[in-house]
């Protein structure tokens, strides 16, 4: 089970980590965006994942998903506020 995972620390880590143990030349291919507004200070995103692996000599789907993007709006512009991806089958 990977997560929840909280805190820019621990998203930071969590990332690095993740790059250690991937082989080959992932790609994370995001499509369908779709922009819902809550108020002027508050927004969600979300978007369609498919990730691929491409090892050199071939390419293939690793996974499908849905990536949901909480944001927030501050002086210094919109932030990553909460981050789920919530995959259609483990890789």
Known sequence: MLGPVAGRAAVLDF?????TVQ???VRRHLSNAV???????TAEVRACLVQT???GESSQMISTGVYTFGLR?????WR???LTLTLDNAF
């Open 80 to 82: 990553i506020a909460e």
């Open 73 to 77: 709006r501050s002086d210094g512009g």
């Open 23 to 25: 082989t080959g030349r």
């Open 53 to 55: 692996r491409n090892t």
């Open 35 to 41: 922009v819902t507004t809550t108020d002027a200070t």
């Open 15 to 19: 990332v690095r980590d993740g790059h």
